[in-house]
C-alpha cells in the first residue's frame, strides 16, 4: 500500500515564551499534526490553548523552539529566510480575525495586493483579483473601500486578497470572530465551497462549534498539546 505524503507535517513542535514574572511559559508542548493536501481542518481548543502560535508555526511567521514542520517533505524550521518569505506569499494564504486591508485602496487593489508584490503584470492582477471578488460575491463592491464595506464584506476581500496567489493551503485563524452568526455562517460555508472548487487546503482556527461539527476533521487542543 502507497502511504500519501501530507501536505504539512509538524513533530514535536514545543513553543517557550520567557514572561518577565511567570519565568518560562511552554505555550506548546510537542505537537504532532499533519494534514492531507485537499482537507478542510478546524483547530478547536479553549482560550489559550496554544492555537493561534501552532497556526503561526505551521505557516512559518513565527518559529517554534524545538521541532520540525515540512511542506511536502521539506523542512521549514530554519529554512532559508529569502525561501521563507517565498512559502508565505506563494504557499500559504493567511486570514486573521481583523482583516487587515489597506483603508485607502478599494477592495480591487486590496486583493491585487500580493499580485503585484510578487511582480505579477498589472492587467493579469486586476483580472485575478476581479475574479475571485466575483467568486466570493464581492462583483458590484469592486472600487469600495474598506470603510464602505460591511464587516462580512471586509472579511471576503481579506479572503480574496489571501486566495488570489492561488496558495495551497490557507491558514485562518478565528476568521469570523468579529463577524455576526448569519454573517458568520455564510464565510464558512464559502470556505468550505472554496476548498471543493479549487482544492485549496485550509485549517481554520475557531471558536464556532457549529462550523467544527461540519467539517469532517476538528482537531483539539488542550494546554499547548493535540488531544
Ligand atoms: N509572545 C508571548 N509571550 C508570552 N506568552 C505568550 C506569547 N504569545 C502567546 N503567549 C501565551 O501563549 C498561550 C497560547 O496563546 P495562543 O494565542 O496560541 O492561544 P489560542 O488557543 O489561540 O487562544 P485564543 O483562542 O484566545 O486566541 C497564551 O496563554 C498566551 O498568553
Known amino acids: 500500500m502507497t502511504e500519501t505524503r501530507p501536505l504539512i507535517e509538524a513533530h514535536g513542535i514545543t513553543k517557550d515564551y520567557w514572561h518577565e514574572s511567570k519565568g518560562l511559559v511552554q505555550v506548546l508542548r510537542g505537537v504532532d499534526f499533519a494534514m492531507q493536501a485537499g482537507e478542510v481542518v478546524a483547530l478547536v481548543g479553549k482560550s489559550g490553548a496554544g492555537k493561534s502560535t501552532l497556526l503561526h508555526v505551521l505557516g512559518t511567521l513565527d518559529e517554534p523552539t524545538t521541532g520540525t514542520v515540512c511542506f511536502e517533505g521539506e523542512e521549514l524550521v530554519g529554512a532559508d529566510e529569502l525561501r521563507l518569505a517565498d512559502f508565505r506569499s506563494s504557499t500559504v494564504g493567511f486570514v486573521f480575525q481583523s482583516h487587515y486591508l489597506l483603508p485607502e485602496f478599494s477592495a480591487l487593489e486590496n486583493a491585487m495586493m500580493p499580485l503585484l508584490v510578487r511582480r505579477v503584470h498589472r492587467d493579469e492582477a486586476t483580472e485575478v483579483a476581479r475574479k475571485i471578488l466575483e ?93
Not at 472548487?197 to 493535540?226: F, K, W, Y
Open 135 to 227: 467568486r466570493v460575491g464581492l462583483g458590484h463592491r469592486l472600487d469600495h473601500k474598506p470603510s464602505e464595506l460591511s464587516g462580512g464584506e471586509q472579511q471576503r476581500v481579506a479572503l480574496a486578497r489571501a486566495l488570489a496567489p492561488r496558495p495551497r493551503l490557507l491558514l485562518a485563524d478565528e476568521p469570523t470572530g468579529n463577524l455576526d452568526a448569519k454573517t458568520a455562517a455564510a464565510i464558512h460555508e464559502l470556505l468550505v465551497e472554496l476548498n471543493r472548487e479549487l482544492g485549496i487546503s485550509c485549517l481554520v482556527v475557531t471558536h464556532n462549534e457549529a462550523l467544527a461539527r461540519e467539517l469532517p476533521r476538528c482537531v483539539e487542543m488542550r494546554d499547548g498539546l493535540v488531544v
